[in-house]
């Protein structure tokens, strides 16, 4: 029996058989699972936290897999989100030094997204808010409508997703402008970067749609200044991570009027607990985190290929960078 660290770390380098981890909490996990095996014939997939010998896991497949549990696989080449969201991996600190992480890319996802904040902006858009506060009022009164041209609607984030949303607002005639860490550059998209240049957007936009991923510099970038620079009566859409808005500051905002709604797909705690005050709130409107849902069918091809790049030892596609949060 092997018991000294350097035979077992030799045992492991030398072990021929490979393997997929494979971890999903979601409830169509077994769907993926086997479309997987259709994408991936003959593959050794396992599902944590029955991984088998350690050693011969050289790819995980993963969604929340819980912090640590990564560690100890001596042998992977790489580790996929199943989404485009990565902050859990990224937190996890003991994710083993060289192994290339990277998120699910798929345009399915960024076309889901423009339909949700589409129809949320065109919601907001065509005081459907207002009517049914009158409904629930039992009042019957038309209000002055509104064309998309003078409407500014301003997007937080341009990645494949923001690019993807405003591609579908500017169509739709709507003024766009979009804040980016980077300052992206789009056609037909008013761009913005910096304090400064955030400031700006949101003192101009009626509706606001966060599309930033998860990182410390956006921890609680929603919050009680950033609602008193936007127009009274603006209303808030969160797509991205729930860390990014402070939930009292947006109840505060909703209830002395200075925010005429929100819209909430992500929260900082999911599922919600039945306690919390968003529930309950007359002006927020809640989803369970389905703007942009991952799709099997499309999704099973892009991770088969992550597989395939990392075990020719060639780079996998849309890395994230640790350092960076995304």
């Not at 019957?140 to 993807?164: F, H, T």
């Not at 200044?225 to 009292?248: K, Q, S, T, W, Y």
Request: net charge negative; proline share 7%; with cysteine.
């Amino acid at each position: 029996m092997l018991r000294h660290p350097i035979a077992l770390i030799q045992r492991q380098r030398e072990c021929s058989a490979v393997a997929i981890l494979f971890h999903c909490p979601w409830e169509n996990a077994d769907d993926w699972f086997a479309a997987l095996q259709a994408e991936m014939p003959g593959e050794d997939l396992r599902r944590w936290p029955d991984a088998g010998d350690v050693a011969e896991i050289d790819f995980a497949i993963v969604w929340q897999l819980p912090p640590g549990a990564l560690r100890s696989f001596p042998n992977l080449k790489g580790i996929s989100s199943m989404g485009a969201g990565v902050d859990g991996l990224v937190a996890d600190t003991t994710l083993p030094d060289g192994v290339a992480v990277c998120r699910l890319v798929d345009p399915i996802m960024a076309a889901r997204m423009a339909e949700y904040v589409a129809a949320t902006v065109l919601y907001y858009h065509l005081r459907q808010h207002e009517y049914a506060a009158q409904q629930a009022a039992t009042r019957w009164q038309r209000l002055p409508p509104r064309d998309a041209p003078a409407r500014p609607v301003g997007l937080l984030g341009l990645g494949q997703m923001g690019l993807a949303a405003a591609g579908a607002l500017a169509s739709l005639g709507f003024q766009v402008g979009a804040w980016s860490r980077s300052g992206v550059n789009a056609a037909g998209i008013d761009s913005f970067s910096g304090v400064d240049g955030l400031a700006a957007l949101l003192g101009r936009s009626e509706i606001v749609v966060a599309l930033l991923p998860h990182t410390p510099e956006t921890t609680g970038l929603l919050d009680a200044a950033a609602f008193a620079a936007m127009p009274a009566g603006a209303c808030v859409i969160n797509c991205a991570r729930g860390e990014l808005i402070v939930d009292d500051d947006l109840l505060a905002a909703l209830d002395a009027g200075k925010l005429g709604g929100a819209t909430l797909d992500v929260m900082r705690e999911e599922p919600l607990p039945s306690a919390h005050p968003f529930w309950r709130h007359p002006k927020i409107r809640l989803t369970p985190h389905v703007s942009s849902l991952s799709e099997p069918t499309s999704g099973v091809r892009i991770l088969a290929e992550q597989v395939r790049r990392a075990r020719r030892n060639e780079p996998l596609q849309h890395q994230v960078d640790i350092a960076r949060g995304y």
